[in-house]
Nanobody
Framework: QVQLVESGGGLVQAGGSLTLSCAAS????????VGWFRQAPGKERELVAG????????YYTDSVKDRFTISRDNSKNTVYLQMNSLKPEDTAVYYC????????????????WGQGTQVTVSS
């Protein structure tokens, strides 16, 4: 069993930056694919970014490319999402996820989800 605790969400003005963190316990993340989903009001959840457990590939949904960066620190068992140049349309609840087949991005079914953290971008 993996427990995920997100932090770093909040209210920011358009153009600003936030860094989300996801601390995992119960299992090392070094052998698991990791990622971030988001869900905006009235919309379906979407995979925003993903990292495989090995290799240099990354996945970003088109709307966040060149603005968001996903990373992991295996020594801290933590996943990060650096979000720059934030836009009002980035407003959503962001969920950390682990344990999925990276080869199926973006249509993945993660085994574990965090509780979510709210990101609100004001115009």
């Amino acid at each position: 069993q993996v427990q995920l605790v997100e932090s770093g969400g909040g209210l920011v003005q358009a153009g600003g930056s936030l860094t989300l963190s996801c601390a995992a316990s119960g299992r090392t993340l070094s052998t698991l694919s990791v990622g971030w989903f988001r869900q905006a009001p009235g919309k379906e959840r979407e995979l925003v970014a993903g990292l495989p457990w090995a290799g240099s590939s990354t996945y970003y949904t088109d709307s966040v490319k060149d603005r968001f960066t996903i990373s992991r620190d295996n020594s801290k068992n933590t996943v990060y999402l650096q979000m720059n140049s934030l836009k009002p349309e980035d407003t959503a609840v962001y969920y950390c996820v682990v344990g999925f087949n990276f080869g199926l991005v973006p249509h993945v079914q993660p085994a574990y989800w965090g509780q979510g953290t709210q990101v609100t971008v004001s115009s």
